[in-house]
């Protein structure tokens, strides 16, 4: 059988203070800089959790780890399944971006399988991320992600420096 994924793109981290957990982060481990980013209604289209359009808010950070993408999100709402998992979890690991041949194949796979949607999104026109739940089988949510070929990352509304004395934070 040929493996539908492929390899580790991701690892995404729910967590109550964004901010704070990258100060953590950085001074403590040395990882980052970060690129914050707000998901809304205004930055991401058709979102929807559990099947149902709805509008969710958010939070985001990413860097890059031994070439892994890893994302600490912020919920800013009580709708999102990253509020979901917070509440019953506590902070965590949300999902792993696994890659595959293609979005389209991936997407295929799941509903043959019946692996439906937890939450998904369609960040700045060009852009599909979405949750799948595999926690039966894999012991964990998978996210399919389909950047399109157009897709460039957009201007984050925060980004991080590390220093040697300390974390430091810069609004754009």
């Excluded at 590390?162 to 810069?170: G, I, R, V």
Aim: net charge negative; with cysteine.
């Amino acid at each position: 059988m040929k493996p539908v994924f492929t390899k580790v793109l991701q690892i995404g981290v729910v967590v109550k203070d964004l901010d704070q957990t990258m100060k953590v982060y950085a001074d403590k481990y040395g990882i980052g800089p970060w690129a914050v980013y707000e998901f809304n209604k205004d930055t991401v289209a058709d979102m929807s959790v559990g099947g149902k359009r709805i509008d969710y808010a958010m939070r985001l950070a990413v860097t890059d780890i031994g070439g892994v993408q890893w994302e600490l999100i912020e919920p800013l709402d009580e709708i999102s399944d990253y509020a979901r998992f917070l509440k019953e979890h506590g902070e965590g690991i949300h999902h792993v971006t696994l890659d595959t041949e293609s979005y389209e194949s991936a997407l295929e796979f799941c509903k043959k399988n019946g692996l439906g949607s937890v939450q998904y999104g369609y960040w700045g026109r060009n852009f599909h991320y979405d949750y799948r739940d595999t926690r039966d089988d894999m012991k964990c949510i998978v996210e399919l992600y389909g950047p399109e070929e157009s897709f460039k990352w957009p201007e984050p509304v925060a980004v991080s420096e590390l220093s040697s004395t300390q974390f430091k934070m810069t609004l754009l």
